[in-house]
C-alpha cells in the first residue's frame, strides 16, 4: 500500500500577490515560495498553503470541464488562543466573516474570508 505524506492545502486565488498580502499581513503565514503572478506557498508551522493563480497548472480547466474556482464549504482550520481578540483585530482590519463567534462542546469558532471568498475557520479549543 502506498504511504501519503501531506503536501499542502490548495486555494485558489484570483490575485496571488493579494492572497499572499492577506496570509502574512492577517494570518501570521511566511511567505516560502513564489512563482511570478500563477503560485505562491505561504507556511505557517509546518502547513503549506498552496495558492493558485489563474495561470498555474492547479487552477487548470478539468477535463470534464469543471472550472477550479475560490470559495467553497471545505476549510483551512486554524487553532488560535484567544478568539474574541483575533476577531476584533480582524474586523478593525475590515476582514470580511460569514459568521459571528459560536460556542459547542470542543471549543469556539468562527469563519472568515480570504480576498477570493475561500473560508478560514478559527477555532478556539475548549479548555
Known sequence: M??????????QTRDVERAI??????LG???KHQAGTAF???SSNGLDLLL???GSSGARQLPDGHTQEPGGWNRLVLRVDDLAAHAAA????GIPSRSDI????????????DPDGNPIELFEPAR
Open 2 to 11: 502506498a504511504t501519503f505524506h501531506v503536501h499542502g492545502v490548495r486555494y
Open 21 to 26: 498580502a492577506f496570509y502574512t499581513t492577517h
Open 29 to 31: 503565514f511566511v511567505l
Open 40 to 42: 505562491a506557498t505561504v
Open 52 to 54: 493558485s493563480g489563474p
Open 90 to 93: 480582524l474586523k478593525r482590519a
Open 102 to 113: 459560536i460556542s459547542g462542546p470542543g471549543g469556539k469558532q468562527m469563519q472568515i474570508l
